[in-house]
C-alpha cells in the first residue's frame, strides 16, 4: 500500500509537469490570404507613416513658433492629415481584424498601429495647445485697453500730422520734448499688437492702418528737427544778414513801405526759424543762445534804420483793412471792446478792425501734463486789430486774438492782454473810426 501512494505522487507530478507552457500548443501558421492581408496592412502602415513623418514636422514648428506667425492653412492642412492618417490606420484595422492575434506578424502590425496612433493622439495634443497660446497672445486685442491703444495711436497720427517747424514753433517745441517718448511706446505697441497684425484680425489691421500713419508722421517730423539740428546754425544766421540788407536798401533808398512789408516778414520769419531751432536743439543750448543773441543784434540793427524814416513810416501807415463780412461781426466786435476795456481801463479804443476774411480753423492733437494723454481740439481762429489812442497826434496798433472752440458748443475766448507783444504805431489822422 506505501509503494502505491508513492507511485501515485510520481504520476501526478509527471502530469503536473507536462501542464507546463512548454507544452502549450504552437501559434496557428497563417494561410496564404491572411499573409497578403498582412503584407498588405504592412504597406498601408508604411504610408501612413510617410504621412506621420509630416505631421511630426509641422508638430514642431507649431510647439516652436510664435502661434501669431502660423497660417490658419498649416493647422487645417495639419488636421487633415490626422484624420487621414487615422482613417488609414482604420482600415488596416479591418483588414487583419479577424488574424489570429496570437501570430508573431499579426501582432507586430497591432503594435505599430497603436504606436502610430499615439503620435497622431499627441499632434491633436499639440494643435490644442497651440490654440491655447493663439488664444492668449490674441487677448490683447480684447477689451476696453486694446481700443484704447488705437484710439492713442490715431491720435498720435493727428499730433504729428505734418507741418513746417517754423510756422508754428509752439507745437514744434510741444512735439520735440515728447517725440522720445513717443516714438518707444508705438514701438511698445507695435510688439503688442504684431501677433493681431500677422493674423490679421480686425483689431490688428485697424491698428496696423494707423501705426503705419503715426510712423510716417513721427519720421518727418523728427527728420525736420534734425535738419534743424544739422544745418540751422549756418543757415539762419543768413536770413539775419538777408533782412538787414533789406532794411539798409529801404534806409537808403527812403522806402518806409519796405519796413512794414519785406523787411518785416524776414525778420518775423528769422523769430520763427529761431524759435524753431530752440525747439528741436534746446532752449538753453550754447547755440541756441548765441542765434538768440545774433537776433537781438538783427532786431536792434533794424530798428536804427527803421528810426531814420519814422516820420515816413507814420505818414504811410495806414488803417488796417476791415475784411471780415461774417454775421457775427457786430457780436464779435463787441466782445472784442469789452475785453480790451477790461485788461486796459484807461485806453481810448478808437477802433476794431478785422484784418482777415475768414476764421483759419485747425484740427489737431495736444499733450495734457495734466491728464498725461493726448487732447483732441477743434477750433477756429482769428486775429483782429484794436487801435488805441497814444496822445493828439500818435495811434498805437496791438493784436488781439479771437478763439472759438468747436468741441465746447463754439465757445468764444478772447485774448486781448497783448502788450508788450509787439505793435505798430500811426498817425491819428490816418485812424479810419
Known amino acids: 500500500m506505501q509503494a502505491n501512494r508513492w507511485i501515485t505522487a510520481g504520476m501526478i507530478g509527471v502530469l503536473a509537469l507536462g501542464s507546463g507552457p512548454a507544452s502549450a500548443a504552437p501559434a496557428r501558421p497563417l494561410d496564404r490570404r491572411q499573409t497578403e492581408a498582412v503584407q498588405r496592412a504592412d504597406a498601408q502602415c508604411t504610408e501612413v507613416g510617410k504621412t506621420l513623418a509630416q505631421i511630426e514636422k509641422t508638430r514642431e514648428t507649431i510647439e516652436k513658433a510664435d502661434p501669431s506667425t502660423i497660417t490658419d492653412e498649416t493647422i487645417r492642412d495639419l488636421k487633415d492629415q490626422i484624420k487621414s492618417a487615422s482613417n488609414s490606420l482604420n482600415t488596416v484595422e479591418r483588414s487583419i481584424r ?217 505818414a504811410s501807415t495806414k488803417c488796417p483793412p476791415d475784411a471780415y463780412k461774417g454775421a457775427d461781426k457786430a457780436q464779435l466786435k463787441g466782445l ?32 495734457s501734463a495734466a491728464w498725461k494723454s493726448w487732447e483732441n481740439y477743434d477750433r477756429s481762429e482769428m486775429q483782429v486789430r484794436v487801435i488805441v489812442k497814444t496822445d493828439d497826434k500818435l495811434a498805437t496798433v496791438y493784436w488781439v486774438y479771437i478763439n472759438k472752440d468747436h468741441m465746447s458748443k463754439d465757445l468764444i475766448k478772447i485774448e486781448a492782454r497783448t502788450k508788450g507783444g509787439g505793435s505798430d504805431e500811426m498817425l491819428m489822422a490816418n485812424v479810419e473810426q
Open 98 to 314: 479577424y488574424l489570429p492575434a496570437d501570430n508573431a506578424d499579426v501582432k507586430t502590425r497591432t503594435d505599430k498601429i497603436a504606436s502610430q496612433r499615439a503620435t497622431l493622439a499627441s499632434a491633436s495634443e499639440s494643435i490644442e495647445a497651440f490654440n491655447k497660446r493663439l488664444s492668449g497672445v490674441l487677448a490683447v486685442g480684447n477689451g476696453p485697453d486694446a481700443q484704447k491703444d488705437i484710439e492713442w495711436v490715431k491720435t498720435m497720427t493727428t499730433a504729428y500730422a505734418p507741418f513746417q517747424l517754423a510756422a508754428d514753433p509752439k507745437r514744434a517745441a510741444e512735439l520735440a520734448a515728447r517725440v522720445q517718448d513717443d516714438v518707444k511706446t508705438l514701438a511698445a505697441l507695435l510688439q503688442k499688437f504684431k501677433p493681431l497684425m500677422q493674423k490679421g484680425t480686425a483689431e490688428g489691421k485697424e491698428f496696423k492702418y494707423w501705426v503705419e500713419q503715426a510712423e510716417s508722421h513721427v519720421g518727418q517730423f523728427r527728420y525736420k528737427c534734425q535738419m534743424y539740428v544739422d544745418k540751422g546754425a549756418d543757415i539762419i544766421p543768413q536770413a539775419f544778414a538777408k533782412a538787414i540788407k533789406s532794411a539798409e536798401e529801404a534806409a537808403a533808398a527812403r522806402k518806409p513801405a519796405f519796413f512794414t512789408g519785406g523787411v518785416a516778414d524776414q525778420l518775423e520769419q528769422a523769430r520763427r526759424n529761431v524759435d524753431a531751432y530752440a525747439a528741436a536743439v534746446g532752449a538753453k543750448d550754447p547755440k541756441t543762445e548765441k542765434l538768440r543773441a545774433q537776433l537781438a543784434e538783427t532786431e536792434k540793427k533794424i530798428e536804427s534804420l527803421r528810426s531814420t524814416l519814422r516820420q515816413e513810416i507814420l
Open 336 to 367: 472784442v471792446e469789452e475785453q480790451w476795456k477790461a485788461e486796459y481801463p484807461k485806453d481810448e479804443l478808437l477802433a476794431v478792425r478785422f484784418v482777415t476774411p475768414e476764421w483759419n480753423r485747425k484740427n489737431g492733437a495736444s499733450w
